[in-house]
């Protein structure tokens, strides 16, 4: 579609909006693996704005299913060994790195942080040569 | 402090609630646009660019106007990271990240937005992230590795 562009730069501009409600009203920055990995700290004081959090995306979810379903297109055809390696290496990788997506890319470059910044570019470079591997590989078509 | 602390669980929905719906209208939720993206020499979806872009605009200047303040709405302090110098941690851990995310099109944010629709994939790497996440603590725990 010629308007992905556009629908993705708003949708971007939510994101980025919705992490400044974090930071104004909690003064935290939004890493959604440091928030998910802080839940397994079970520590009574700094659960519920965690688990909110993640109830919240939850929640967004489920509107998304009635209001725009269109945004669960595009699974992927792969084996559930294949998702669960996936999961293992993000699971691993992102509380080893200090953060995802969220974290570094969004919230930590808005901030200018070197740290995320340099993240950011591995991870996304990480990915990319991931699928140049998994193509040879025969994995992706 | 319990009152503020009912408030501090409503903004965190929220944010979480306005950060779903931006995954979904961007796209991000798909796992083959995120693929698009990093199939940098296939079939190329710049979309995750635009996403980031808008994401960045808006957040960077909110960032500053919001940093002027003393401190946050609901809490008394500021809870943003600190720390500056660039680990072989973080690099590796973002390069073991990069590569699952590639592998399956998700991370964290997206996976549990998609949760609800229950797919076997998503709800097998929300667990074994989970797992990947308790795996690394472990391990951090015997080698001392995040210090």
């Known amino acids: ?141 | 402090m319990s009152n503020n602390n009912m408030k501090n669980a409503l903004a965190s929905f929220a944010t979480g609630l306005v950060f779903a719906l931006g995954l979904g209208v961007s796209g991000m939720t798909m796992p083959q646009k995120v693929l698009g993206f990093l199939d940098l020499f296939g079939n190329f979806d710049p979309s995750l660019i635009f996403v980031m872009v808008g994401a960045i605009f808006v957040h960077f200047i909110a960032f500053r106007m919001v940093k002027k303040r003393k401190t946050p709405l609901l809490d008394h302090q500021w809870h943003i990271p600190t720390k500056t110098t660039i680990t072989p941690s973080l690099v590796i851990g973002a390069f073991i990240f990069g590569f699952g995310w590639a592998l399956a099109g998700m991370c964290p944010g997206p996976a549990i937005t998609r949760l609800p629709f229950f797919e076997t994939n998503t709800v097998v790497f929300v667990i074994t992230m989970l797992i990947g996440i308790l795996i690394f603590r472990k391990v951090d725990k015997i080698f001392k590795l995040n210090k």
């Open chain 1, 1 to 141: 579609m010629q308007e992905d562009w556009v629908l993705a730069l708003i949708g971007g501009a939510i994101i980025g909006l919705s992490v400044t409600i974090m930071l104004l009203f909690n003064g935290r920055v939004t890493g959604i693996s440091g928030i998910i990995n802080g839940i397994l700290n079970f520590q009574k004081n700094d659960m519920l704005w965690r688990v909110s959090f993640v109830l919240g995306l939850f929640s967004g979810g489920v509107l998304l299913r009635f209001i725009y379903p269109h945004a669960f297109n595009g699974a992927l055809n792969i084996s559930s060994t294949h998702a669960a390696v996936a999961g293992l290496l993000v699971g691993f990788g992102t509380v080893m790195g200090s953060g995802c997506t969220s974290g570094h890319g969004v919230c930590g470059i808005s901030r200018l942080s070197l740290r995320s910044l340099i993240s950011t570019i591995t991870f996304i470079l990480a990915g990319v040569i991931a699928v140049v591997a998994l193509r040879k590989l025969g994995v992706i078509l």
